[in-house]
């Protein structure tokens, strides 16, 4: 996927969700504008898979297929998984290496619940 077609994606689909009706829950509080946001600070569910190309001490940088960077905090209550579903470990995270990360997107980067080496 070519940088302006991503780009067009990311367009497309933030400016559909906008549009999007919303609905009151209950653990949504109103915002005087009318806006609705949660009652406490929630995290969101998110999966990337792609290449390590950088490492260091708890955080790897991981780029799809599609060239999008992500940046992946991740500690020892990780669960580190290998290509036969084998218990894996922080060395077994090497550049060059092809990973599922599953975690939450917060604060610009994903904090890793699970890291499955492909």
């Given at each position: 996927?070519?940088?302006?077609?991503?780009?067009?994606?990311?367009?497309?689909?933030?400016?559909?969700?906008?549009?999007?009706?919303?609905?009151?829950?209950?653990?949504?509080?109103?915002?005087?504008?009318?806006?609705?946001?949660?009652?406490?600070?929630?995290?969101?569910?998110?999966?990337?898979?792609?290449k390590v190309t950088q490492k260091s001490e708890g955080k790897l940088t991981v780029s799809t297929e599609e060239n999008m960077i992500f940046h992946v905090r991740y500690d020892e209550k990780t669960d580190i998984r290998l290509k036969g579903g084998a218990q894996g470990s922080d060395p077994d995270l090497k550049t060059g290496v092809t990973v599922m990360v599953q975690g939450e997107f917060k604060g610009g980067e994903i904090v890793a619940r699970k890291i499955q080496v492909r």
């Open positions: 996927m070519t940088t302006s077609r991503c780009c067009l994606a990311f367009a497309l689909l933030f400016g559909v969700w906008s549009l999007a009706p919303r609905e009151a829950h209950a653990d949504t509080v109103p915002r005087p504008n009318g806006d609705l946001h949660p009652a406490q600070e929630s995290e969101s569910n998110f999966t990337v898979e792609g």
